[in-house]
């Protein structure tokens, strides 16, 4: 009868953990015995049993959802993103500005020029509440679009210098954005999305950016900014 | 790619995801979802709770990365998430399924119901009449190719105790799977 010892030894030669040395010393104070060689050849048994199960097969949207429903740091070199600040006007001239929108990986995702003509009242004609004007301008635009969060944004204005902000917004799960000075960190609007949202936001005027956080189940799940930049 | 390569590769991924950097945690996702889901399925032989637990252990991982030791593997620090993951699962599971008694696939999911379906339900079912601890060390061994040592930091216990629990568990597993009438 063979020790517990040369049991687990033998065992750790057939899963090739033992060095050829020690495996060489182990099958020569082994030899023949018939005890080790049933063992021996039940371990290689089973070893080809589970061989021949088949695996599981990964469910082939298992890695997309995943990259939806975890939530993945921000990247926070955003915070020390420098914005251009305007200089301060009371009565803008629209047609001068255009709103572009980093995300901070170093990835521009979308920068919004002028186009008034194709997008007016685009979005401020599907708000409700809105605090401007079905006909106000649209200064410039940005899409931000972050795993299951997808958002246009839109920076909107009346000749009589009134600024806000547009969003509209279609999250799987409850979202908030926050818009928030992101010199001063002075607070201009928190909205919380669930399914589709269309909302108008007050903004100061002048405004040289807008910092969008996103939050999801109480986390920071996306930062960028919006700068307002002189064309 | 060699061991140390992998290790390196996963290393400089985890810097940067703790840097902030989305597209590295994504590619450790991209890397390792797949070994985390035969993992969870292996111990609690259901694709739904395997799929949950897959998510809830890079969620835990991810958030937490800056407790993550670089003296170890990564996959050996992300499959002990997974381990425990899956066995609160079982816990959890504990109050509606017998603790004795198979966890009966549920659906008709591509896994189980093509190719070689009736090995892999059988060889499922008697991995489940196994305890935790065996199915653990035979689903490391057999399906993840963890060696030894590896499973020794996953299971936070001695390599002796690796050694010998294995030992048990293959017993264990042979006798269910010869009762069954599967043999080779």
Partial sequence: ?231 | MGKEMERARDGQLVQRGLQGDRQALEALVNLYHGAIYKLAYRMLGNREDAADVTQTCFLKAFENLGSYNPEYKFFSWLYRIGINEALNTRRRNAGIEPLDQPIPDQGDGPELATGNDELQTQVQTALMQLNDEHRAVITLRHYSECSYADMAVILAVPEKTVRSRLFEARRKLQGVLSAAGVER
Wanted: aromatic fraction near 4%; hydrophobic fraction near 40%.
């Fill in chain 1, 1 to 231: 009868m063979i020790s517990e010892v040369d049991k687990l030894a033998l065992q750790a030669a057939i899963d090739g953990e033992l060095d050829v040395a020690a495996e060489a010393e182990l099958r020569q104070r082994l030899g023949d015995n018939s005890e080790a060689s049933e063992l021996e050849a039940s371990l290689r048994g089973l070893s080809e049993t589970l061989a021949a199960d088949p695996e599981p097969e990964v469910p082939a949207n298992l890695e997309s959802y995943i990259l939806q429903s975890v939530p993945l740091p921000v990247d926070h070199r955003a915070k020390t993103q420098v914005v251009t600040p305007l200089p301060t006007r009371k009565r803008p001239e629209w047609q001068g500005f255009a709103m572009a929108a980093s995300l901070f990986v170093a990835v521009i995702l979308g920068v919004g020029a002028l186009f008034p003509d194709e997008i007016n009242g685009d979005l401020a004609g599907q708000m409700t509440g809105t605090l401007l004007p079905s006909d106000a301008q649209v200064l410039g635009e940005a899409r931000l679009d972050w795993q299951s969060v997808e958002a246009d944004l839109q920076l909107l204005g009346t000749d009589d210098g009134d600024l806000a902000l547009g969003l509209r917004a279609d999250a799987d799960q409850t979202t908030t954005f926050s818009f928030i000075d992101p010199v001063s960190g002075q607070s201009y609007a928190e909205v919380v999305v669930d399914g589709e949202t269309a909302k108008q936001l007050p903004l100061p005027n002048p405004v040289s950016s807008v910092q969008v956080d996103v939050f999801q189940k109480g986390q920071l799940v996306h930062r960028e900014v919006l700068q307002v930049l002189d064309e």
